[in-house]
């Protein structure tokens, strides 16, 4: 005998769990593209991504901002926002950012991951792609 009652969510084990920010094992999560392009076509890694990235996994180390449930600092393939690089993204917020020096860097470290301040002048427009 069949039943043609819909399933019980509650015990179905095949559904999703859901996430929510607050149950995300870190704060946030920052991506820098170290991304190198052999046919000499934009890429971040022409623009010293890897030392910004060192110099934000340093930064953010010091300021005791690394670790769970606080910023984790990684490194990523192309992001596909070629045209705005270098880049660097902040999730879960989304931001999309651009660096020229390491004093960029320190200021996306201390007002944004520190602070949750934006870096309004380093944002990326949302139109830029590859």
């Known amino acids: 005998m069949t039943s043609s009652s819909p399933p019980d969510t509650q ?16 704060h946030r999560h920052v991506f ?14 022409n623009h010293r991504a890897q ?3 060192d110099r934000c996994k340093s930064q953010v180390k010091g300021a005791g901002l690394a670790g769970p449930g ?4 990684n490194k990523s393939g192309c992001l596909d926002r070629c045209a705005a690089g270098p880049v660097v993204v902040v999730y879960p917020e989304a931001v999309w950012y651009t660096y ?16 949750g301040q934006v ?5 990326i427009p949302p139109h ?3």
């Open 11 to 26: 015990s179905d084990k095949s559904a999703p769990p859901t996430a929510t920010v607050d149950s995300s094992y870190y």
């Open 32 to 45: 820098f593209c170290l991304n190198q392009r052999s046919n000499g076509e934009a890429c971040c890694a």
């Open 51 to 53: 030392e910004a990235f």
């Open 70 to 73: 606080k910023v984790r600092v």
């Open 100 to 115: 020229l020096d390491a004093s960029d860097i320190d200021e996306i470290v201390e007002s944004h991951l520190k602070n």
């Open 119 to 123: 870096v309004e002048r380093l944002l």
């Open 128 to 130: 830029v792609g590859r």
